[in-house]
């Protein structure tokens, strides 16, 4: 989620209904150093809390400098990414990479709950790989270790974001009559009736979604109505939703500068299901990904809509 939870798709997020949100995952060796864009990562605001800041690192003493550093800026939880995938991470022992070395995953957290007085929360993965999957043990060891709750990702590190996520042993994990702190399921949750078949069948104290908020985060207003049994919202339309895309480019530019602006919102207009089924939409969506401005990238999600101007959704 790196480059796309800043505080402005936060706040959307939480707006449409996110019980709580997590920052950009933070390098406690960057923030012990206090690399200034690393140390810009840990600005959050009251209106979005329950809110979680999140840090990784391989060292436990960079990592307890770094929950340090964390909590004062206030944050409502700690969290432990031991599940980032991606190589530059894991590949150097951070991340998912601490699946490879349990005592050391389990020192780190268990000296940063000891160091801090807020409630520290671990994300990881299933395990390494198909021949390991420890996350049944885990689980128990980590809340051993003193931590509030566990954020589980079905997949192995191996598996990367292929395949399926494999559910089955979240839902063993939360039957495990040992453990008693909430377990978040996380894995393949794009849409309402996914996240319901979470709670049902596995029995989840909540579900994480991440990368289906990618240019939606309207999609927890989505859940929120079906987990309550109402009806989908019909003002919820190509045109409200192409103006809360434009509106979360007003946020990022307003809240950091009109260049690095663009940048985080041009991510989500790449992934934004809204322009799927829009014919001969490729060029229009290079020219998206090449503005440079404000007023350039307005203009087009402008004449998006003109063209379209029957206030349906794309999809449909």
């Known amino acids: 989620m790196e480059d796309v939870t800043d505080i402005g798709f936060r706040m959307l997020c939480k707006r449409f209904g996110a019980s709580m949100v997590y920052t950009e995952f933070v390098s406690a060796e960057a923030l012990v150093r206090s690399i200034k864009s690393t140390v810009n990562k ?20 960079a990592m307890v400098e770094a929950a340090k550093i964390v909590e004062e800026a206030h944050p409502d939880v700690i969290d432990l990414n031991f599940g980032c995938p991606v190589k530059k991470v894991a590949g150097k022992g951070a991340g998912a990479g601490m699946l ?33 999957l420890i996350i049944t043990d885990l689980a128990e060891q980590l809340q051993d270790c003193g931590i509030q709750a566990l954020t589980i990702h079905g997949r192995t590190r191996s598996q990367m974001y292929t395949g399926q996520a494999d559910w089955t042993l979240i839902g063993e994990v939360k039957r495990n009559p040992r453990i008693h702190i909430p377990i978040i399921g996380n ?31 309207w999609i927890f207003k989505e859940m929120r109505n079906y987990l309550d049994g109402r009806e989908p919202d019909p003002t919820m339309d190509f045109k409200w939703k192409l103006d809360v ?34 014919p001969n939409f490729r060029q229009t969506r290079i020219a998206m990904l090449r503005a440079t401005t404000m007023d350039e990238l307005t203009h087009i999600l402008d004449e998006i809509e003109s063209t379209l101007g029957d206030g349906k959704t794309a999809e449909e």
Do not use: C
């Not at 840990?42 to 003493?61: H, K």
């Not at 007003?250 to 260049?259: A, L, P, W």
């Not at 985080?264 to 089924?277: D, M, N, Q």
């Open 187 to 217: 894995g393949d949750i794009t849409s309402p009736e996914e996240a319901k078949q979470a709670f049902d069948r596995y029995g989840v104290d909540a579900v994480m979604v991440g990368r289906a908020t990618f240019g939606r985060p």
């Open 100 to 132: 490879r070395n349990i005592p050391l995953l389990l020192d780190i957290t268990r000296e940063v709950v000891k160091a801090v007085n807020t409630p520290v929360t671990v994300k990881t993965r299933l395990g390494w790989d198909m021949n390991n």
């Open 245 to 278: 895309l434009r509106e979360q480019l007003r946020i990022n530019v307003e809240r950091i500068d009109e260049y690095r602006g663009i940048l985080h919102t041009r991510r989500h207009l790449a992934a934004s299901p809204i322009f799927k089924g829009i």
């Open 42 to 61: 840990l600005t959050i605001s009251d209106e979005e809390r329950p809110v979680g800041i999140q840090i990784y690192g391989r060292d436990v003493e």
